[in-house]
């Protein structure tokens, strides 16, 4: 039962425009989410996270949206560049208890046309 | 300052052997994650540890598998006869603190079992 759920396997956008890569979870203990960025042969490296008591985190060209009522997270990249083409994994945190593993999708692979 | 490391970056083993898997976690990072990410798939949690104890081997798929970190920096994942289905890229990841939210992911070693 996958518990976060990235629909889309890719994504294509032109240079300069806006790329929304899409994020569902199941579980409503999750209340940490973080995004990661892959290039080939590289592990995932974070990029942007938020709390669940947020609905928005922004940090430059990156901005995470959450909406705890649908369960369902989005990550806007404006403008987009070419070295922006990678996958994209959201995975999900259950902050407290005893278990901290980040529970991961199966990854968006963005691709930004020059 | 150096991220984490992993060696070896690929081994190729035979069906029924052993492997051995090492990490290096970034100097000063607690914690430390093992993750296995097979093709098409996001990153799968196989075990953490805090310090040199396994705080949690619940991701481990059975008994062939086992970890260790005994001086509580570098750890090795071991895995005894080898299955096809143990081919996968296995990535290790560290953070600060425990329960540190954002884990630092190594480059990985690709496994593959022929």
């Known amino acids: 039962d996958q518990q976060v759920k990235q629909n889309s396997p890719s994504l294509s956008v032109q240079e300069g425009r806006i790329s929304i890569l899409n994020c569902d979870y199941t579980n409503s203990m999750f209340d940490y989410f973080l995004w990661y960025k892959k290039y080939p042969a590289e592990g995932p490296t974070f990029l942007i996270s938020?709390?669940?008591?947020?609905d928005k985190n922004e940090d430059g060209r990156f901005t995470v949206f959450l909406n705890k009522s649908a369960k369902h997270l989005s990550l806007h990249i404006v403008p987009s560049q070419p070295g922006d083409s990678a996958v994209y994994f959201c995975a999900a945190h259950r902050v407290g208890g005893s278990n901290y593993k980040l529970t991961f999708g199966k990854g968006t692979l963005l691709t930004v046309n020059p | 300052g150096a991220g984490v490391s992993q060696t070896p970056s690929n081994k190729v083993t035979e069906k029924g052997k052993y492997v051995e898997l090492r990490c290096d976690p970034i100097?000063?990072?607690?914690?430390l994650y093992w993750y296995r990410q097979s093709l098409g798939q996001g990153p799968e949690f196989l075990i953490y540890?805090?310090?040199?104890?396994?705080?949690?081997d619940s991701g481990l798929p059975n008994d062939r598998f086992f970890a260790v970190r005994p001086e509580g920096s570098v750890s090795t994942l071991k895995i005894q006869r080898t299955e096809r289905g143990d081919s996968a890229v296995y990535l290790c990841?560290?953070?600060?603190?425990?329960?540190?939210?954002?884990?630092?992911f190594g480059p990985g070693t690709r496994l593959t079992v022929t």
């Open positions: 990841a560290s953070s600060l603190t425990f329960g540190g939210l954002e884990q630092y």
């Open positions: 540890f805090q310090g040199t104890g396994a705080a949690d």
């Open positions: 100097s000063g990072h607690t914690a």
């Open positions: 938020i709390s669940s008591i947020k």
